[in-house]
């Protein structure tokens, strides 16, 4: 559910990322090349409060400023990677931008020292949020939409956000996550559960991920935690966030063991066979929670 979780994409409406600041207060969010996070030594965000009295919050509306749907009363999880000099807490909650009101809020305190911390958090929004197709908005990236006649461009009033409610503090967040709980995922994978049972309903049993692209990274850039993945300098526009591992390329890994590998990039089902891949009903790739 968030695009440029890393902080990847950070330029105009198709990050989905924004600042705000309440009452009088006096601060910032921006990228600090100073503090990089794990393997993919990307900047992190730095979100600061530096004087007044009010907020400071970093937003979030998923790819080109959508907006996120949310359903009342399913859980979401998530988690921050963050880092503080002083203790910080950061209040991490799920708006409905739209009508100005907070769905459920939690505080997850960040302590001060200056180590990465993962920090985690469980959602239930109170109210749903209402989505809405649109021709045009100022305030959300399209993407040229008129390419394609049927495209329908979404505009969803929901955001996730970590807010800071006094000065002077900072924090700097590496990596944020969100995503619906075991209810809205596939088979416990970070994969979108709706996204995987309309394919298998349509006997989809490949589907072809990453495009030509693929030729140029490995699958095995892929493997291991999501925040502690080597950074490709690459963004995507709408439909993938990341690509490195095509169908052709796990098609052609013989074993089972090779296989697993591709996950969560690619899924698929082997036989008894170490060798063999079952002509099984299921994508090889599914669409990831980078949208609503």
């Avoid at 921006?30 to 030594?41: G, H």
């Avoid at 009342?72 to 000099?85: L, N, P, S, T, V």
């Avoid at 505009?155 to 967040?173: D, F, H, Q, R």
Wanted: with cysteine.
């Amino acid at each position: 559910m968030v695009y440029g979780e890393a902080f990847e994409a950070t330029n105009g409406l198709r990050s989905g990322w924004s600042y705000a600041a309440e009452g009088t207060a006096q601060g910032s969010a921006a990228l600090d090349p100073t503090q990089r996070f794990a393997a993919a030594q990307l900047p992190s965000m730095r979100l600061g409060f530096a004087s007044g009295t009010g907020a400071v919050r970093l937003a979030h509306r998923g790819m080109g400023n959508e907006g996120l749907f949310l359903q009342a009363g399913k859980d979401y999880e998530g988690y921050i990677w963050a880092r503080a000099d002083t203790a910080t807490g950061v209040t991490v909650a799920l708006r409905d931008y739209a009508g100005a009101s907070v769905l459920a809020s939690a505080v997850v305190n960040v302590p001060g020292g200056g180590a990465w911390t993962q920090l985690a958090y469980t959602l239930t929004p109170t109210a749903g949020t209402e989505c809405v197709g649109i021709t045009s908005d100022p305030d959300v990236d399209c993407n040229n939409q008129n390419h394609f006649a049927d495209y329908v461009c979404l505009k969803c009033n929901g955001e996730l956000s970590y807010t800071i409610l006094s000065a002077p503090a900072a924090v700097w967040i590496g990596y944020a996550r969100l995503e619906p709980g075991t209810w809205g995922r596939w088979a416990g994978l970070p994969f979108r559960a709706e996204a995987a049972t309309t394919l298998q309903a349509m006997g989809v049993g490949v589907v072809r991920y990453g495009g030509s692209v693929g030729a140029s990274v490995s699958w095995k850039d892929f493997r291991g935690p999501l925040w502690n993945r080597t950074g490709l300098g690459r963004t995507w526009v709408r439909g993938a966030a990341r690509a490195g591992c095509r169908a052709e390329m796990c098609a052609r890994a013989r074993r089972a063991s090779s296989l697993a590998r591709c996950i969560p990039v690619c899924t698929l089902r082997c036989t008894n066979s170490p060798d063999t891949l079952a002509h099984a009903p299921i994508p090889l790739a599914l669409l990831p929670m980078h949208s609503h």
